[in-house]
């Protein structure tokens, strides 16, 4: 058997974090009660970071960054907060650090998000692995 694996999702939001959380610990993107909730908008799912752990992985699913300010969303500003409050706190130790980006263009938001993204998990950087979704 093996060890457990920490993993933590982070990126832009609508990329697909939610979606590739689900396949690592249901082996399945789409079940009729996913352990993360998603959605096919653009607009992102997640307003809150949540945990679900499984034989082989504990995978935490964050924010997605990015959002306009809007009463129904978390802001990017909020988001940052967020995360970067969660990881400070929290004493787990990260196998891998996922960051999700969809398929295209890479524009300067996506450079900015990239950027902030190194610094929040700077200290894990060993551990960073990219993933392009929609390809």
């Not at 990017?76 to 967020?82: G, I, L, P």
Request: charged letters at 25%; aromatic letters at 14%; one cysteine or more.
């Amino acid at each position: 058997m093996s060890e457990q694996k920490n993993v933590v999702l982070f990126g832009r939001a609508g990329f697909g974090k939610s979606s590739i959380a689900n396949m690592l610990v249901q082996r399945d993107i789409y079940q009729d009660n996913n352990a993360f909730t998603i959605n096919d908008g653009a607009r992102g799912e997640t307003v809150n970071i949540y945990g679900y752990v499984s034989e082989m992985y504990q995978v935490f699913d964050t924010v997605g960054l990015g959002e306009p300010s809007s009463h129904d969303t978390t802001s990017h500003e909020e988001a940052v907060k967020k995360i970067r409050n969660y990881f400070s706190d929290c004493q787990v130790s990260l196998n891998y650090i996922f960051y999700v980006h969809k398929k295209g263009r890479i524009t300067d938001e996506d450079i900015r998000m990239f950027k902030l993204f190194k610094k929040i998990f700077e200290w894990g950087k060993d551990n960073f692995i990219i993933i392009i979704t929609h390809a």
